[in-house]
Nanobody, 127 residues
Framework: QVQLVESGGGSVQAGGSLRLSCAAS????????MAWFRQAPGKEREGVAA????????NTAASVKGRFTITRDNGKNTMFLQMNNLKPDDTAMYYC????????????????????WGPGTQVTVSS
């Protein structure tokens, strides 16, 4: 059974950086499309960035492009989200997600495309 666990969240001031990690257990080989999502209180879950099993970036939200970078290390079954120049609007619970099928950049940031989710890690950015 595949399980996803996020880590690396915390509280930072605007302009700071954080690196989120998503560790996948129960996975053999690079078979999953993976993505980061976030959800702020009272808002819908929003796709942040998505990556193919081979490490190709499928899509990045316009709101974070140039500031956030998604990567993965298949040898360690871990996905990362490097977040630089953080803004108060980035405050949210961040989730990692995985799916066997994918590859379409137009749907890569759609929550319903993913069937595996981690419990989330909180990111809070103060001004």
């Amino acid at each position: 059974q595949v399980q996803l666990v996020e880590s690396g969240g915390g509280s930072v001031q605007a302009g700071g950086s954080l690196r989120l990690s998503c560790a996948a257990s129960g996975v053999v080989g690079a078979v999953y499309y993976m993505a980061w999502f976030r959800q702020a209180p009272g808002k819908e879950r929003e796709g942040v960035a998505a990556v193919s099993p081979g490490g190709t970036i499928l899509n990045t939200a316009a709101s974070v492009k140039g500031r956030f970078t998604i990567t993965r290390d298949n040898g360690k079954n871990t996905m990362f989200l490097q977040m630089n120049n953080l803004k108060p609007d980035d405050t949210a619970m961040y989730y990692c997600a995985a799916a066997i099928r994918g590859g379409y950049s137009s749907r890569a940031l759609t929550p319903s495309e993913y069937n595996l989710w981690g419990p989330g890690t909180q990111v809070t950015v103060s001004s």
